[in-house]
């Protein structure tokens, strides 16, 4: 009795092993970044910021005036905002000495909340269009949020971490996202009920992290003794 109760657990065991399916998936990072990126605003010459226009909060639109920076020569440059949406710093005051390239305010672009996560470009390219994601959003009080999206868009090409900060529009963002040595892809991910994203991108700011765990397919468990 006891061998043939033996023998009815291995058979329902091999059964389940070779019938049954299990997710294979992948852990990435990702930000959930208002208008897709966070824009910069530079200084075009080196010299001496004469004004300043701006302040954190205020909304500013495309080719508004953000300061007025005197060369060398005595002559003025007007620094103006590319992009529309909302100041979220200004690093410059009167009076200060600024270089050429140098940050002088950062700016939340206007439009939908959209969430970009970084997986190796290899994961990246096991990917299709409407596979399956988690996401998992740590808010800035400590919770904790977790919502289903599908995979909207996969990058082409490998990104290093300066890539990555040009595409989010911050550095220290980009190092929270990719390491040092790392190459990843960026994948743009819809939710399934928007209005999560919507909800969130007006609740956190500026640049959400989240950890998304991407369904890369399925196997049967007995795949996972033989390979």
């Known amino acids: 009795l006891a061998l043939l109760a033996l023998a009815v657990l291995l058979g329902g065991l091999i059964a389940w092993a070779t019938l049954a399916q299990v997710r294979v998936t992948q852990n990435a990072p990702a930000a959930f970044i208002q208008g897709g990126a966070l824009a910069q605003a530079s200084a075009p010459v080196d010299g001496i910021v004469e004004s300043v226009a701006v302040r954190p909060g205020e909304a500013i639109a495309a080719g508004a005036t953000i300061a007025v920076i005197r060369d060398l020569d005595g002559r003025r440059a007007r620094v103006q905002s590319g992009d529309s949406g909302r100041i979220l710093a200004a690093l410059a005051a009167p009076g200060d000495t600024v270089t050429s390239g140098a940050v002088l305010a950062k700016i939340e672009r206007r439009g939908a909340p959209r969430l970009r996560a970084f997986p190796s470009f290899e994961v990246a390219q096991q990917l299709a269009p409407g596979d399956v994601a988690v996401v998992t959003v740590s808010g800035t009080a400590g919770e904790r949020t977790a919502f289903d999206a599908r995979v909207v868009r996969i990058g082409r090409v490998p990104l290093d971490r300066s890539d990555v900060a040009a595409l989010v529009g911050d550095s220290a963002l980009a190092r929270l996202l990719v390491g040092a040595d790392e190459t990843v892809t960026a994948v743009e991910l819809a939710p399934d009920d928007h209005s999560d994203a919507m909800r969130l991108g007006r609740r956190l ?8 765990t991407l369904v890369l ?8 003794v033989t390979s």
């Open 205 to 212: 700011h500026p640049a959400l992290n989240a950890d998304v």
């Open 217 to 224: 397919g399925e196997q049967h468990p007995l795949s996972f």
